[in-house]
Structure formats: C-alpha cells, structure tokens
C-alpha cells in the first residue's frame, strides 16, 4: 500500500483509495489522474493493491483500476479528473 498528499499532512483521514495490482498500467494511468486531483485540493490518498488482500481481489479484480471516494466506488477502468475534483469538492 502506497499514500500520497497534496499537503504532506499526515493527520488528514485519507478520502482517496485506488484499488489495483502491479503492473497494471491502467492504474498507472489512475494514479496519476487521482495524485495530480488530490494534489491540488491536498486530499490524502492510497494505493491497495487487491493482490495482498483476497476479499478486494474477489470484489474488484474485474474491475481495476477501482477508485473510492469517502468508502464508496466513485470510478473504474479510467478516472475521470473533473468528476473526480467536484466529488472531492463536495
């Protein structure tokens, strides 16, 4: 599991999770849309990867890359930035 922050500040609860798996460059591609997003709103997120976890690989693997905003599925496969960035405005 990986994190990231706009504002480096450790205490902020995380709202961003992406859910996916090494070598997979459509989450490649997620991550940099949700680390450029939650970089300008200094919003928190992580990277899971649904190969150390059987429950999200059960859920999800058809699916990654998965990205939950605040608990829920907010996108998969490709990520949005403006839909992603008014979620997160919200």
């Given at each position: 599991m990986r994190?990231?922050?706009g504002s480096g500040d450790d205490a902020?609860?995380?709202r961003v999770q992406i859910i996916g798996r090494a070598g997979?460059?459509?989450?490649?591609d997620a991550?940099?849309?949700?680390a450029e997003v939650?970089?300008?709103?200094?919003v928190?997120?992580?990277?899971?990867s649904i190969d150390d976890d059987p429950a999200l690989a059960d859920?999800?693997?058809?699916l990654i890359p998965?990205?939950?905003?605040?608990?829920?599925?907010?996108?998969?496969?490709?990520?949005?930035?403006?839909?992603l960035g008014q979620a997160l405005d919200r």
């Open positions: 994190s990231g922050s902020l609860a995380v997979c460059h459509l989450c490649d991550e940099a849309v949700v939650c970089g300008q709103r200094g928190r997120y992580e990277v899971v859920e999800y693997a058809e998965v990205v939950l905003v605040d608990g829920e599925r907010h996108d998969f496969f490709r990520v949005d930035a403006v839909r």
